[in-house]
C-alpha cells in the first residue's frame, strides 16, 4: 500500500512532493508566525521545565495530521502531543495501517528561546518499518528527504554520511542527563574517553541530519520515542550510516528497545561507540 502511494504503478514520485508542500504548509501556517513571538499563555510544562509544549505544536500537529491521512487515506497518525492526550494511540505503531510519524516541533525547548535550531518530523511506517521521512527546519530553510532503498537528499541535492577522519576523536550528540536511568547514565559515561568527544544534543532530527551530512558522528539516545527517532533513522541509513541498539539489533520504533541505541556515520563507527556504552554499562 505504502509503495503504491509512494510511487504509483508508474514510479511517480508525485507523492513525495506532496508530503513535502504539506509539511512546509503546517510550518508556514502553524510554526514560523510564532516563531519569537509566543506569549506566556502559549508554553505549558507537560512534565517539567526540560519537556515544554506550545500552541505552535499542538496546531502544526492538528494541521498535519489533516493533511497527511487526506494523502492517505486509511493511514493514522502517531503524534506526540496526540499520544500525550491519548497514551493508546502511540500502539497504532504495531498495527496493520500506514502510520505518519509526527513530531511538529522538534527541539521546542530551542524554539521557545528563539533560536533556529528545530525541525518538524514526518516519517511513514507500516508494520514497523519506515518507508520515507522529511525532516524541516524552516528557520534554516533546510529540508532533508529520505525514501527507503532510494537514499537521502538536503535541499534536493544527495548527501551521504562520509567516515570520520582516521585517527580523530569522534564527536558525540548524547542524551540531557534528564532523561536517563542510572543505567543508562553509567553506559553514556562509557563514552568518556579519550578518543570520543560526547556532548549534549540539541533537537534530535537535526542531530540526525548532521550525521546524514557527515558534520557529526554519531548520536547516542537513551530515550526511544518513534517521533524523535523514526525520521533520522532512515535519513542516515538512507545516507550510509548505520543504527544499533545495546544489545546489538536494530532500533524497533513500536518500543521495547535495549538502551541507549546509536546511530552514525558508518558501521565502524557504531561498533565504537556500542563498545564504549557496553564499557561504561
Given at each position: 500500500m505504502i509503495d503504491d502511494f509512494l510511487y504509483g504503478t508508474a514510479g511517480d514520485t508525485g507523492p513525495l512532493a506532496d508530503v513535502e508542500a504539506a509539511v512546509r504548509a503546517a510550518a508556514a501556517a502553524e510554526i514560523m508566525p510564532r516563531h519569537r513571538q509566543l506569549a506566556t499563555h502559549d508554553i505549558i510544562e507537560k512534565n517539567g521545565p526540560h519537556?515544554?509544549?506550545?500552541?505552535?505544536?499542538?496546531?502544526?500537529?492538528?494541521?498535519?495530521?489533516?493533511?497527511?491521512?487526506?494523502?492517505?487515506?486509511?493511514?493514522?497518525?502517531v503524534g506526540e502531543e496526540s499520544v500525550h492526550a491519548d497514551p493508546s494511540v502511540y500502539d497504532a505503531l504495531g498495527g496493520d495501517a500506514p502510520v505518519w510519524i509526527v513530531d511538529p516541533v522538534d527541539g521546542t525547548r530551542q524554539f521557545v528561546r528563539g533560536e533556529a535550531g528545530f525541525c518538524t518530523?514526518?516519517?511513514?511506517?507500516?508494520?514497523?518499518?519506515?518507508?520515507?521521512?522529511?525532516?524541516?527546519?524552516?528557520?534554516?530553510?533546510?529540508?532533508?528527504?529520505?525514501?527507503?532503498?532510494?537514499?537521502?537528499?538536503?535541499?534536493?541535492?544527495?548527501?551521504?554520511?562520509?567516515?570520520?577522519a582516521p585517527g580523530a576523536a569522534l564527536t558525540v550528540a548524547t542524551s540531557h542527563p534528564d532523561y536517563t536511568t542510572d543505567a543508562q547514565k553509567r553506559a553514556l559515561l562509557g563514552l568518556n574517553t579519550d578518543d570520543i568527544a560526547p556532548r549534549p544534543c540539541g533537537s534530535a532530527g537535526l542531530e540526525y541530519l548532521a550525521v546524514a551530512r557527515g558534520a557529526l558522528d554519531a548520536v547516542a539516545f537513551s530515550w526511544e520515542y518513534a517521533w524523535d527517532h523514526a525520521a533520522g533513522l532512515l535519513l542516515v541509513a538512507e545516507a550510509g550510516g548505520a543504527h544499533t541498539t545495546l544489545s546489538g539489533v536494530p532500533f524497533r520504533i513500536a518500543g521495547g528497545n535495549d538502551l541507549p541505541f546509536t546511530a552514525a556515520r558508518d558501521e565502524a563507527t557504531v561498533l565504537r561507540i556500542l563498545t564504549a556504552l557496553r564499557a561504561g554499562g
Amino acid at each position: 500500500m505504502i509503495d503504491d502511494f509512494l510511487y504509483g504503478t508508474a514510479g511517480d514520485t508525485g507523492p513525495l512532493a506532496d508530503v513535502e508542500a504539506a509539511v512546509r504548509a503546517a510550518a508556514a501556517a502553524e510554526i514560523m508566525p510564532r516563531h519569537r513571538q509566543l506569549a506566556t499563555h502559549d508554553i505549558i510544562e507537560k512534565n517539567g521545565p526540560h519537556d515544554l509544549v506550545t500552541t505552535a505544536d499542538r496546531l502544526a500537529e492538528e494541521h498535519l495530521t489533516a493533511s497527511l491521512t487526506k494523502l492517505l487515506p486509511g493511514s493514522v497518525v502517531v503524534g506526540e502531543e496526540s499520544v500525550h492526550a491519548d497514551p493508546s494511540v502511540y500502539d497504532a505503531l504495531g498495527g496493520d495501517a500506514p502510520v505518519w510519524i509526527v513530531d511538529p516541533v522538534d527541539g521546542t525547548r530551542q524554539f521557545v528561546r528563539g533560536e533556529a535550531g528545530f525541525c518538524t518530523l514526518v516519517a511513514l511506517a507500516q508494520h514497523g518499518e519506515i518507508h520515507a521521512s522529511w525532516t524541516y527546519a524552516p528557520a534554516l530553510g533546510e529540508m532533508a528527504v529520505a525514501v527507503r532503498g532510494r537514499g537521502a537528499t538536503l535541499n534536493g541535492a544527495p548527501i551521504r554520511c562520509g567516515s570520520p577522519a582516521p585517527g580523530a576523536a569522534l564527536t558525540v550528540a548524547t542524551s540531557h542527563p534528564d532523561y536517563t536511568t542510572d543505567a543508562q547514565k553509567r553506559a553514556l559515561l562509557g563514552l568518556n574517553t579519550d578518543d570520543i568527544a560526547p556532548r549534549p544534543c540539541g533537537s534530535a532530527g537535526l542531530e540526525y541530519l548532521a550525521v546524514a551530512r557527515g558534520a557529526l558522528d554519531a548520536v547516542a539516545f537513551s530515550w526511544e520515542y518513534a517521533w524523535d527517532h523514526a525520521a533520522g533513522l532512515l535519513l542516515v541509513a538512507e545516507a550510509g550510516g548505520a543504527h544499533t541498539t545495546l544489545s546489538g539489533v536494530p532500533f524497533r520504533i513500536a518500543g521495547g528497545n535495549d538502551l541507549p541505541f546509536t546511530a552514525a556515520r558508518d558501521e565502524a563507527t557504531v561498533l565504537r561507540i556500542l563498545t564504549a556504552l557496553r564499557a561504561g554499562g
